[in-house]
């Protein structure tokens, strides 16, 4: 350990493994930090600093630095992950963070291999809806592999209800233009299944930086989880672009059974008029969101997503 040199001074986190951060300061000098002790012990129960923090850090004087203050998040996305600790201790359940104060998240499928898993896809918009995220974008990637005709019908729901999808093919290099457009000076993350082309993307994006991508294996087409570590890429063009590792599974984390109709964006605005204030949309008389379904207004698959999380969060509500 160093002696302290006794000035803070202010940083971006742009990875962090096992306790090390990557801190990028003014002028692009990259500093690998520890946490503070006192931060050490609260990173215990969730990610105290990640990707996309801005921190204060304490610089060495052998080079390295410590994360003195982890400035307040303009919004979180994230999941929750069973902790691996000793049995009785703690809670089951930890914050993963996936990125900290992104402006913009982008959630890739694959057109095909992977088939895109649309209960996936619902659960990351739940999540990023409740993330205080500005922007939502859903990417779907591998057009080459389908027709386009295709392609947008797959996605129609999504484009119905106002997310903005954008079609894309890495080794086509198709929809590149409008990906960077989207990302120039923003601070975005790319997250979805695994072997969806994400790290496929960012090598089209900013070409150069040889992150590797691997075959999707072709016995078992949801692929090999390629990345391991999250890091933040800093664009050329400007802007900020987080990789990140293929998610099985997204578990919601800190969403109250009662809240979750407000982030499924065409359920909202109805539930001032379901006829209880409390209305869960199962069965209730004069649920404004049961008749929008019948009526074919609200698409029974996002509706069944709906069901299905209410149930989960209902469950995991009662045992903790
Ligand atoms: N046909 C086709 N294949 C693609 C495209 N983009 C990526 N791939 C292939 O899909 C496989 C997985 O790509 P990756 O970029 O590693 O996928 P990833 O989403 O980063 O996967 P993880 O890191 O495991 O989360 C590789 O074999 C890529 O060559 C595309 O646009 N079209
Ligand atoms: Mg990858
Ligand atoms: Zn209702």
Known sequence: ??????????????????????????????????????????????????????VKIQLLDDGT????????????????????????????????????????????FAAAQPAPNFKMLD????????????????VVNKIDLLDEQAAHELFATYEKIGYQVLYTSAREKIGVDALRDLLKNRLSVFTGPSGVGKTSLLNVIQPGLGRVVKEVSKRRAEGIHTTRDSVLVK??????????????????WDI???ELDGYFVEIAPLVSQCRFNDCSHFDEPGCAVNEAVERGEIAESRYLSYLDLRIELENAYAIS
């Not at 359940?93 to 982008?106: G, K, S």
Request: hydrophobic share 40%; net charge negative.
């Open 65 to 108: 630095g410590t994360i003195e203050d982890v400035l307040p998040r303009t919004s979180v996305l994230s999941r929750a992950v069973r902790t691996e600790g000793r049995r009785g201790e703690g809670s089951p359940e930890r914050e993963q963070v996936i990125i900290a104060n992104a402006d913009q998240a982008l959630f890739v």
């Open 235 to 252: 664009l050329d063009m400007g802007g900020y672009l987080a990789d990140t590792p293929g998610m099985r599974q997204l578990a919601l």
């Open 256 to 258: 109250e059974p009662e």
């Open 1 to 54: 350990m160093g002696e302290a040199v006794n000035t803070l001074v202010d940083g971006l986190v742009i990875s962090d493994q096992s306790g090390f951060f990557n801190v990028e300061i003014a002028g692009g000098q990259v500093i690998t930090c520890r946490l503070r002790g006192r931060l050490m012990e609260e990173a215990r129960s969730s990610d105290i600093a990640t990707i996309g923090d801005r």
């Open 123 to 138: 659960r990351f918009l739940v999540a990023g809806e409740k993330s205080d995220i500005g922007r939502l974008v859903i």
